[in-house]
């Protein structure tokens, strides 16, 4: 087994981040991430991206090769392809990389593992040619392709985004069906002080807006009742508007109605979480720095609460000078004058949240769908076998894993997690919190007997070695 000083799981700007910053107070630093190169899901493939794809992803993407550029650091040691599935007691963290497993200790673990996009499930949502907004944007990012007669459907910035990326690439999306009400956007605006704060986030949200009129994208506000059509793979989009019906034919929809913070491995550990009523999601239980109750164990970026990539680098960079002062590497007075700038930028970053969240809520009939609706799809289980074990007796999800066995397949919850705890507690009249959350113990992630078998090859791979300090 390995040791650092400190272990950072995620590549992304919050993980980038913290390693360098940690790496230049004189921490070692192991960063695994299961990404082939760093960057995460917001910066993905962004030092090996060709510049002409690069500018149809815009400045903000490219920005991420500063971060990755940073890792180049003495200190750090960056693992690709490392699948984390176990954190244990004394920062033991177990992961597979080479189809071997191998573990490393940390003094210190920062969990930066991001975000998830939200699944949105209406019905048809399981047909080929669905995918996440998200997903349609790995594959503009990582190999180039935009899907041809696609729809976007939902709420939130990242559809104006990846509509404009599909028209710079040649391939503009039919239409965007989105969620959203005048009336979320007349909510919104009691947050109108923070929103001018984030002022470039409204110039660029407003640039990307006009950028889809000039290419003629239509978009249909308000839209309810949404339903995707198809015998055997997505055919048409069907929804109805200010109660006229509405039906878009096309080959590919890319749903999205926001991201969620990836929680997985903060609860593997027993992190308390908390139920954020704004975000419509549950998010570790963190204080300013990122640290946890758990005194060995920090959580930054998206993972700790959606803020987005910038306001993720900066928590990396908070939760290392953190981790440095409780390593003995800066006094606490160092850290706090290293970290007021950091604050501030961050305070500047977040201002513009409450507002965004107001104006794109999910889609309400997908938080609390349809019986007919399949919520769990690694297990099949519909919105109606949820229901209906509420009403024998199941008070929580972990119960509800008896019951009919959502969130026992290979996502182990990730993707149902929050569907089945909305659904129980729409049964139960309980609160999400009250409600909770399906019990995540190792393995997180898949892992095979023969990789287990392989542990003990890990000392003969030569690029571990410098992982002794």
């Not at 939130?156 to 990326?165: D, R, S």
């Not at 503009?172 to 956007?185: H, N």
């Not at 297990?379 to 066995?405: H, M, S, T, W």
């Amino acid at each position: 087994m390995t040791r650092s000083d400190l272990v950072i799981i995620g590549a992304g700007p919050a993980g980038m981040a913290a390693a360098r910053t940690a790496a230049d107070q004189g921490l070692s630093v192991t960063l695994l991430d299961e990404q082939a190169r760093p960057g995460g899901q917001i910066y993905r493939d962004v030092d090996h991206v060709p510049e002409s794809r690069a500018a149809r992803l815009g400045a903000e993407y490219t920005e991420g090769r500063r971060l990755t550029r940073a890792l180049a650091q003495d200190r750090i040691t960056h693992l690709a392809g490392a699948v984390v599935w176990a954190i244990e007691e004394g920062g033991v963290v177990s992961y597979t990389r080479h189809g071997a497993a191998a573990q490393v200790t940390g003094a210190h673990v920062l969990l930066a593992t991001g975000a998830l996009e939200r699944p949105m499930p209406v019905p048809g949502w399981t047909l080929p040619g669905v995918m996440t907004a998200g997903a349609g944007q790995i594959l503009l990012k990582q190999s180039g392709v935009a899907a041809r007669r696609a729809v976007l459907v939902g709420a939130g910035p990242l559809l104006y985004l990846v509509a404009v990326q599909m028209v710079r690439a040649g391939s503009p999306p039919l239409a965007l069906i989105e969620t959203q009400t005048t009336a979320d956007t007349a909510r919104a605006l009691r947050h109108a002080g923070g929103a001018l704060r984030g002022w470039p986030y409204l110039r660029k949200g407003m640039s990307l807006l006009a950028e889809l009129r000039r290419a003629g994208v239509p978009r249909h506000k308000g839209a309810r009742d949404i339903v995707i059509e198809g015998a055997a793979r997505a055919e048409a989009v069907r929804f109805k508007l200010a109660g006229k019906a509405r039906r878009v034919a096309c080959e590919t929809v890319y749903l999205h109605h926001g991201v969620v913070p990836n929680t997985q491995a903060a609860r593997s550990l027993g992190v308390p979480h908390r139920w954020d009523a704004a975000q419509h999601c549950f998010a570790p239980v963190v204080d300013r720095w990122g640290a946890t109750e758990r005194t060995t164990v920090h959580v930054a970026g998206d993972g700790a609460g959606i803020g987005g990539a910038r306001a993720a680098e900066i928590g990396g960079r908070l939760a290392a000078l953190d981790i440095a002062m409780r390593l003995g590497a800066l006094s606490k007075g160092q850290r706090d004058a290293l970290a007021q700038p950091l604050f501030r930028q961050l305070d500047a970053e977040r201002a513009i949240r409450p507002f965004l969240d107001a104006a794109y809520p999910p889609n309400a009939a997908a938080l609390l769908p349809e019986d007919d609706t399949i919520i769990c799809r690694c297990e099949e289980v519909r919105a109606g076998d949820i229901r209906r074990y509420a009403a024998l007796g199941c008070l929580g999800p972990n119960q509800a894993k008896a019951f009919g066995r959502a969130g026992m397949g290979p996502c182990q919850g990730r993707y149902c997690g929050l569907a089945v705890t909305a659904l129980l507690a729409e049964a139960t009249g309980q609160t999400p919190d009250e409600t909770g959350y399906l019990r995540i113990r190792p393995p997180l992630k898949p892992v095979t007997l023969g990789e287990l078998a392989a542990m003990h090859d890990e000392a003969k791979d030569p690029r571990l070695d410098n992982l002794d300090h």
